[in-house]
């Protein structure tokens, strides 16, 4: 990467579906998500979570300008804290947009 560079889109598929498929899944009430039932199977639970990620992460993510090292099995994997702050740093986002 040169600096000064923004990098290129990459859009992920995978993690692009089962970010929509998690938003499928909630519905809002004055902006306030709600859950009618507990998903059923283990990876619905699982990608539910990426409901909750910061609206600018979702925006990257669909726009695929997620890190290059994010995929949906690491986020499966891993523990994605409810603090969008804190989200952008353990899931590797620069303090910088599409870097």
């Known amino acids: 990467m040169v600096a000064g560079r923004t990098r290129s ?3 992920d598929l995978k993690l692009i579906a089962a970010l929509r498929r998690a ?3 909630i519905y809002r009430q004055r902006g306030m998500p709600f859950i009618s039932t507990a998903p059923v199977s ?3 639970r699982k990608i ?3 409901a909750f990620l910061a609206p600018k992460l979702q925006r990257d993510i669909l ?5 290059p090292s994010l ?3 690491r986020l499966r994997q891993m523990e ?14 620069s303090n910088s ?3």
């Open 42 to 44: 283990p990876h619905d």
């Open 23 to 25: 938003n499928s899944m």
């Open 63 to 67: 726009g695929g300008y997620q890190p």
């Open 80 to 93: 994605i804290p409810l603090c969008w702050k804190q989200q952008r740093k353990v899931l590797g986002w």
């Open 97 to 99: 947009s599409h870097l």
């Open 71 to 73: 995929n949906l099995e």
């Open 9 to 11: 889109a990459n859009p």
């Open 48 to 50: 539910l979570r990426l």
